[in-house]
C-alpha cells in the first residue's frame, strides 16, 4: 500500500471564496480517480499547513495511474497556482528499498511528459518532498 500525502497552505491575498471553490473541485477530482481505494481531503491541524489530503494506492501501478489520470491533472492545474507552501510525502508497506527511486520516477515521467504541469510546480513559493522535481530522497535513503 502507498499513503500518498499532502500537506499546504493557500498564497496571501487569495479570497475566501476562490479558496473554497479550489477546494470543492479538488474533492471532486479526488472522488473521480478510480484508482485510489481511501482517500480525504481537509483541514490540516497540528502544525504550519492548512490543508491536506491523503490518497491510498495499491501498489506502484495505481500510483502511476493516479498521478496521471486528467482528474489529477486537472486538480494541478486549478489548485497548485494558489498554493504558497507544499509538502508531499509517501508511506509504504513495500519491502523494496528501490520503492522510493520508482516513485521518484513516476512524478518525474510525470513532469517530463505534461510540463505545464511542472511550470504550476516550479512556480509554487516552497515545495519539498516525494513530488518535487529533482528531489528522490527515497532513491538516496540507505536502509
Given at each position: 500500500?502507498?499513503?500518498?500525502?499532502?500537506?499546504?497552505?493557500?498564497?496571501?491575498?487569495?479570497?475566501?471564496?476562490?479558496?473554497?471553490?479550489?477546494?470543492?473541485?479538488?474533492?471532486?477530482?479526488?472522488?473521480?480517480?478510480?484508482?485510489?481505494?481511501?482517500?480525504?481531503?481537509?483541514?490540516?491541524?497540528?502544525?504550519?499547513?492548512?490543508?491536506?489530503?491523503?490518497?491510498?494506492?495499491?501498489?506502484?501501478?495505481?500510483?502511476?495511474?493516479?498521478?496521471?489520470?486528467?482528474?489529477?491533472?486537472?486538480m494541478d492545474r486549478v489548485g497548485?497556482?494558489?498554493?504558497?507552501?507544499?509538502?508531499?510525502?509517501?508511506?509504504?508497506?513495500?519491502?523494496?528499498?528501490?520503492?522510493?527511486?520508482?516513485?521518484?520516477?513516476?512524478?518525474?515521467?510525470?513532469?517530463?511528459?505534461?510540463?505545464?504541469?511542472?511550470?504550476?510546480?516550479?512556480?509554487?513559493?516552497?515545495?519539498?518532498?516525494?513530488?518535487?522535481?529533482?528531489?528522490?530522497?527515497?532513491?538516496?535513503?540507505?536502509?
Open positions: 500500500m502507498i499513503y500518498h500525502c499532502i500537506r499546504f497552505t493557500v498564497r496571501p491575498g487569495v479570497a475566501e471564496e476562490e479558496k473554497e471553490a479550489a477546494l470543492a473541485q479538488m474533492r471532486e477530482h479526488i472522488n473521480a480517480i478510480p484508482a485510489i481505494e481511501e482517500r480525504i481531503v481537509g483541514p490540516d491541524f497540528g502544525g504550519e499547513f492548512e490543508y491536506g489530503a491523503v490518497s491510498v494506492l495499491a501498489d506502484l501501478e495505481s500510483y502511476e495511474e493516479y498521478m496521471n489520470h486528467p482528474a489529477h491533472l486537472a497548485l497556482p494558489l498554493v504558497d507552501k507544499f509538502v508531499s510525502y509517501d508511506i509504504v508497506d513495500d519491502p523494496d528499498p528501490e520503492v522510493g527511486k520508482q516513485i521518484a520516477d513516476i512524478h518525474r515521467r510525470r513532469f517530463e511528459n505534461v510540463p505545464d504541469i511542472a511550470e504550476l510546480v516550479a512556480g509554487v513559493g516552497e515545495y519539498s518532498g516525494s513530488a518535487a522535481p529533482g528531489q528522490s530522497r527515497g532513491a538516496a535513503r540507505e536502509t
